[in-house]
């Protein structure tokens, strides 16, 4: 199965133009936070359950994309003093640390060996990201089992306080957790002095310090809830687009928008299956009926930027020139539908 990686999407845009001290502390802080707050490999000086299969699985996901058997060698096997031959299997841990925290080869363009390996930090952060999205899934009806029981005579001594709460702290721990997790994970980034940002799955170029904890973050945390899914995954592509000097990025911020107010109209019972295109949306969150959830001058900005961003990008040239926005006119689109959307989702 293919798997999107940071080395891939960020190929054609270099990064780094050697490996220095830096370098080095990233991807040991990077592999350390996957190991010690992730998957934790042992407990106890044991091995945790599922630990191997994880691990192996990071290990052949990102090997795969790399036309590798495996990140490192799964054995050893080597002569110690007295000239005998020691031999063994490595832990799956270690067959990923070996490949990440792995001394510079200099035969490999530093570039190349930097983002291979952050590639495996992605991917790790993506893994726990799909179990918090499936953890999270599961407490409501958690919350009802506990209920039931509580419900239930007690047939011996009950521990104080209520089932439903202890339920709920336990899954905010756990989200909690991986938030900080994230945390650790961008300012590392910040040390090392990269532009890179991580969020819902993905490392990505990010803007100015300003613009990434004002805009950029807040947003990327209203959206990871399932029901913005097309929201993110748009988003997604017009930063990829950007940072690649792809065709369009500005369009696809713009869907973006587009799905979030959809998606709001649609949630709020507005919706009446005669819409066509945005700006029949917009008026539904306009309308007076419907508590004017946007305002005549909001509208009327977000039909202006519609109608002279996205439009003239969703629609074929025809013989007309091809509609091209500068790099700096295209940051300000992807800012602008970021700002958007987040001031609207918060909102609801």
Request: charge should be neutral.
């Amino acid at each position: 199965m293919l798997t999107d990686i940071f080395a891939y999407r960020y190929l054609d845009t270099p990064l780094w133009q050697d490996f220095d001290e830096s370098s080095r502390r990233l991807l040991v802080q990077g592999f350390r936070i996957v190991s010690e707050q992730l998957f934790p490999y042992y407990s106890d000086g044991k091995e945790r359950a599922g630990a191997k299969e994880k691990w192996d699985s990071l290990n052949k996901q990102l090997a795969m994309e790399l036309g590798l058997n495996d990140l490192s060698p799964p054995a050893y096997a080597y002569y110690n003093p007295q000239k005998q031959m020691i031999s063994g299997t490595n832990s799956k841990l270690t067959v990923c640390e070996k490949y990440v925290c792995a001394e510079y080869d200099s035969a490999v363009p530093a570039d190349q060996f930097i983002k291979e390996r952050l590639s495996f930090i992605e991917i790790a952060f993506r893994r726990r990201e799909v179990e918090i999205v499936n953890i999270n899934a599961k407490l409501p009806a958690q919350l009802l089992e506990a209920k039931k029981q509580s419900a239930m005579p007690s047939r011996g001594i009950r521990l104080p306080g209520n089932r439903e709460d202890g339920v709920r702290a336990l899954n905010e721990s756990i989200n909690a957790s991986f938030r900080s997790s994230c945390r650790e994970l961008n300012e590392r980034f910040k040390q090392a002095r990269t532009k890179l940002d991580y969020h819902n799955g993905f490392i990505q170029l990010s803007s100015d310090s300003k613009t990434t904890d004002q805009v950029e973050r807040p947003f990327w945390s209203l959206v990871a809830a399932p029901k913005w899914k097309n929201v993110d995954l748009d988003m997604k592509e017009a930063i990829d687009l950007r940072d690649s000097q792809g065709r369009d990025p500005a369009l696809h911020s713009a869907k973006a928008l587009e799905s979030t107010i959809k998606i709001i109209s649609d949630e709020k019972g507005w919706t009446t299956g005669t819409e066509k295109g945005a700006g029949a949306y917009l008026n539904n969150l306009r309308a007076k009926k419907n508590g004017e959830f946007i305002n005549d001058w909001e509208h009327d900005i977000l039909i202006g930027f519609f109608a002279s961003v996205r439009n003239p990008f969703g629609h074929g040239a025809g013989s007309a020139p091809m509609p091209e926005l500068s790099n700096p006119q295209t940051d300000w689109a992807i800012e602008f539908c970021m700002i958007w959307i987040k001031n609207l989702i918060r909102r609801l």
